[in-house]
């Protein structure tokens, strides 16, 4: 069977990921990458990926810079079936026209409306009505554990209502010289803030209220919630619906995680690449019940937790897996996906010998 | 009538303020300070009060120091009629049978544990618990702004289940050299978290529940609320339960205050000493309504807000004031507390000249 | 004797803290302040000093705002001697024309370049240069340590050559919720960086050459020194000199003031407004000779330090003041300026009575 | 030929570095790792090395933790024929009777004094003096820094005197929740600082003075240096010998490497193990000369720059590579250890299939 060839559009925080994590797949090809830059950003890519330029004045700009171009946006449109547009916020709509005219299909990014693609996407909580469709929108890091979160309890019949806040962070690293923010706390403006609108996109029922605001670090969201349940329940239960789920890993404070840079450091013991973390990490033993009301808190690294989702998605629209199981299957295979950090077996790492 | 006599015992972040508003009440008398270093610290207040050391080691090293020493706390407690207690958590619990011995009325902090006075303090909600008592507490500055708060809407019918969520700096500027976080939060270990339980040692009927979390930044907390209402009821019911209560004063998203940074720059411009906010500042616009149930957040002068509630125990204790409302008066008036930072008169400061 | 009028356009964090030192002067006074905001920035201030629309836009969206508007920039200028720009870099050189049409004496502040004034300006270096000019630049803070530092040194005859590392606080409070830098170092792009050039045009013949980086703290920059003495000198003869300079002041890390959230501490602890440090605070104890080389590290409160120098700018323009010494009398008088912070007697506070 | 056996004692950030390197080398044998943690810090290991227990009590926690525990510290010397210790500070010095009783080579890190071994090493400066020895210290990695470029000029012929200001990161990222600073620079309390006397102990004749600080960051320092050269010089000559010698890597503003987190974003990209950085990064475009001084910048990353040198110190201590060259081309070539991290071909990341 011939691989699915895809191209990235935008080597970014997500783009550089997401190429990664297709270039990981056995059923998929990655064409190449596309962007506007011509700096240290795309020079250490230059060498690993076929790179193309997004614009014309790009195009003009990294021959001037050195850097060996494989062509135009529409020269990479040309040789993909799958197009996953990573560029910053608002550039994927006006980016659209090209890809529906190159007749590839599209995936976007939370950054985007819903109603740009009209689909937005979870793996775990509506594969099945993206198979086959043009386009999707993977939603945003903050939604994607939300629906993970709260789809687990909701598919457990225990969520009745949930009131959560979020404290998001700054800015990512790379870029945390420019526009962070310094010993303070930044509220959003608004109540309800966007997140939990962005989350009935994937979970239409879901009662759900959102408040967030900016924290001084760089690296990870850190949610807090508070669950309304359908009936007073165990911890037990709650605690066994979370693990039920895909794509959600326990963490725990007596195992001294302590704190967001622990689990940060957590991920660069294990090897992965970036110090990245796919998976929502809950923490177990914060996880409290009160007669028919939950507490619990977790851990989204922002940088990471789309890329599988955005790997589902292509096959999703390509129709090349039957159903959300049998695409995260492979995804949290190859990507090596766990569902707790410490009792596992540890895989080897890269540079282990057997 | 002759004035109260109080001294101050621990001059560090809550210590040194509550000497300052002492000297500014007309009916108190500050007779000293008592603390155990010999720094920049207390340096910086010898020329301003008289200095007493609260142990024989302290007393020694003061000396060598070169400092003028007035006596040990002993002598102070011998010249006072009531001692407030600003020592480090857990130290006032060890110096009470001293203060008892002596025979002085007694206030301690929030670090100290309820038991330890039989007795939780917050001027608008329990006043008149404290009336002649021999001592009491003055709760956390969390807890100060929770009672407040959640005692205005309570007082007001409205209240019948508060859920919060709340971030907390992670060190006092002074000491942020020390023991501070980096890039990072740091969730309570437990939830719930304390300060629910400790706020009902003053509000004992309410439904409450906290997780807590310390921030990356070392001045003031930051509270968000998810509040069940008695019933469905309007906005406008809301702020005007707010804008009754004593020591709330609201701010403004609209008026450019959207971060923890602008209030504290607000306060500097508004000549207050060490640029302290003692009210519990509520973003107005933030306060949502949605049926039944209110969304609000607000700001918390963690080294400032319990201080005119010290100054009103201390009135409490003596039974020099009848009532919270005429010791209130006199607190907020004396410190030029207010209810709105931007909307009412400036008042001059005191560089000004007419 | 007549004041001399003066105004202040642009209420940022210079201009506000000008205004309240012109307040404070008894030769001076203040006609107004003006400004193009409309926000909590500009509505505290709105009380205090008569408030000027610095251009037609900023008037009409202030009378939208409710302010009290007493008129336009042009209107200010016709009431006053000397005008102090304080607007944010580069404005002050397009509004340079409108004040020289008013026939107004006028300061500049150091985001503006030396040529568009001619003259630029510290007090002890040169006040005698501007007396009777039409116009002087009051150098940026980093220059304003620097002269004042490194011209001791010079003066006493000491100083061959100096090479500095400044760190400087990424970005002032008020505004660290936007453009901040975190958890990072950002060098300047160029060595050497404009400081010493901006310096000699101060200090002509100083051999001098800086580098500057961007720390991620939010208040005062910290200069470190390697000084090429003319001669081997004691460590004695360095101190002595920079002790008979006019506002610099020792801090001591044996004192405990060990890092620059201790000595902003202690600024509130004084009871300074806003906290300002309005003298270079240098470590005595970390003044280090080695035969003819000596080594220095002080600490600049950069939003405060060129609030004396453009006091002084002032008299210098106006001729009110027949030089240095008796124009810092006065401004160093009123503002309560100190050569040490701990070993004089602490003035009283302005709470204190008596 | 056997592989050298190799134990390491201390598994926290150079430890665990340590321990991966050992096991790429082809001539070298990780037999185990010793610590007396038992939390994720050592658990994430446990699958991946055989762990030992450093103490008798840390054996038993690590039992009760279920940890699978091949032995203790004894157990481990007992099968070794180098041990390295990457000790918290000082307990090195403690363990060393316990290796020279097991009759093993030792290998320190910089935490201890030169006087505990009686000889400092980083590989380029001085391997010869090593071979064979029983013991060295591998010096910490703001001095492996220094030698590295200082020494670098030095054999050129170019440096005749060093004045550097060094700022350090406050603490590692992994407890940044523990003793952080924010919001401000915390100046070492001496001048001069430890570094320049413990670059001496490589590099004897050397005139350098440092002053040092920690800066408000978590990762990586960064030293600032004015050259007095031997001699006027161009400004190729000096980046020819920074070229020339190994281990020192040159970055650019130009390719948007502009501050510290842009370089640690960088490694990420460049698939690091950690995204670790083993090279000093030099800034090329601000090395600057004038006449006979020359300015430079520098970034360290301290997590893992001496772990190279600890694996050249192995082969030193037994002898098993004739000179510092053969060591380091096998140490180099197995990190993917580079000299520009953008204009060399990139190799292709452990993910990448061929």
Request: aromatic share 4%; net charge negative.
């Given at each position: 069977?011939?691989?699915?060839?895809?191209?990235?559009?935008?080597?970014?925080?997500?783009?550089?990921?997401?190429?990664?994590?297709?270039?990981?797949?056995?059923?998929?090809?990655?064409?190449?990458?596309?962007?506007?830059?011509?700096?240290?950003?795309?020079?250490?890519?230059?060498?690993?990926?076929?790179?193309?330029?997004?614009?014309?004045?790009?195009?003009?700009?990294?021959?001037?810079?050195?850097?060996?171009?494989?062509?135009?946006?529409?020269?990479?449109?040309?040789?993909?079936?799958?197009?996953?547009?990573?560029?910053?916020?608002?550039?994927?709509?006006?980016?659209?026209?090209?890809?529906?005219?190159?007749?590839?299909?599209?995936?976007?990014?939370?950054?985007?409306?819903?109603?740009?693609?009209?689909?937005?996407?979870?793996?775990?909580?509506?594969?099945?009505?993206?198979?086959?469709?043009?386009?999707?929108?993977?939603?945003?890091?903050?939604?994607?554990?939300?629906?993970?979160?709260?789809?687990?309890?909701?598919?457990?019949?225990?969520?009745?209502?949930?009131?959560?806040?979020?404290?998001?962070?700054?800015?990512?690293?790379?870029?945390?010289?420019?526009?962070?923010?310094?010993?303070?706390?930044?509220?959003?403006?608004?109540?309800?803030?966007?997140?939990?609108?962005?989350?009935?996109?994937?979970?239409?029922?879901?009662?759900?209220?959102?408040?967030?605001?900016?924290?001084?670090?760089?690296?990870?969201?850190?949610?807090?919630?508070?669950?309304?349940?359908?009936?007073?329940?165990?911890?037990?239960?709650?605690?066994?619906?979370?693990?039920?789920?895909?794509?959600?890993?326990?963490?725990?404070?007596?195992?001294?995680?302590?704190?967001?840079?622990?689990?940060?450091?957590?991920?660069?013991?294990l090897g992965?690449?970036?110090?990245?973390?796919?998976?929502?990490?809950?923490?177990?033993?914060?996880?409290?019940?009160?007669?028919?009301?939950?507490?619990?808190?977790?851990?989204?690294?922002?940088?990471?937790?789309?890329?599988?989702?955005?790997?589902?998605?292509?096959?999703?629209?390509?129709?090349?897996?039957?159903?959300?199981?049998?695409?995260?299957?492979?995804?949290?295979s190859?990507?090596g996906?766990?569902?707790?950090?410490?009792?596992e077996n540890v895989p080897a790492l890269p540079g282990d010998h057997p």
């Amino acid at each position: 069977m011939s691989k699915i060839r895809v191209g990235v559009n935008g080597y970014g925080v997500i783009g550089k990921r997401v190429a990664d994590a297709v270039a990981l797949q056995p059923d998929m090809e990655l064409v190449g990458i596309a962007d506007v830059v011509t700096d240290w950003r795309i020079q250490s890519a230059a060498g690993r990926f076929p790179l193309f330029a997004s614009t014309d004045e790009a195009r003009e700009a990294m021959g001037r810079a050195g850097l060996s171009v494989a062509g135009g946006l529409e020269d990479l449109l040309g040789q993909v079936d799958v197009i996953a547009d990573t560029t910053p916020k608002h550039v994927a709509a006006v980016n659209l026209p090209r890809y529906r005219e190159a007749g590839v299909k599209v995936i976007l990014q939370g950054g985007e409306a819903h109603e740009t693609t009209g689909h937005s996407f979870v793996a775990q909580a509506n594969f099945d009505s993206a198979l086959g469709r043009d386009m999707t929108r993977v939603v945003s890091c903050n939604t994607t554990s939300i629906v993970r979160v709260l789809g687990a309890l909701q598919d457990a019949g225990l969520l009745a209502k949930a009131r959560g806040v979020l404290i998001r962070r700054a800015t990512d690293p790379w870029e945390s010289h420019l526009g962070g923010i310094m010993n303070t706390m930044v509220p959003e403006p608004k109540i309800p803030s966007h997140q939990g609108p962005d989350a009935q996109t994937v979970l239409p029922g879901l009662d759900l209220v959102t408040i967030a605001a900016k924290g001084a670090h760089t690296q990870t969201h850190n949610h807090y919630w508070t669950l309304q349940l359908t009936r007073a329940a165990s911890r037990e239960e709650v605690l066994a619906a979370l693990r039920a789920a895909p794509r959600i890993a326990f963490i725990r404070m007596a195992d001294g995680l302590v704190a967001l840079n622990s689990t940060i450091e957590l991920m660069k013991d294990l090897g992965r690449p970036r110090g990245d973390m796919w998976e929502v990490a809950v923490w177990e033993d914060l996880v409290t019940v009160q007669g028919d009301e939950a507490f619990l808190t977790y851990q989204v690294y922002n940088e990471a937790i789309v890329v599988p989702e955005t790997i589902d998605a292509i096959r999703a629209l390509t129709e090349t897996a039957p159903n959300a199981a049998a695409s995260m299957k492979i995804t949290d295979s190859t990507l090596g996906m766990r569902k707790d950090f410490l009792t596992e077996n540890v895989p080897a790492l890269p540079g282990d010998h057997p």
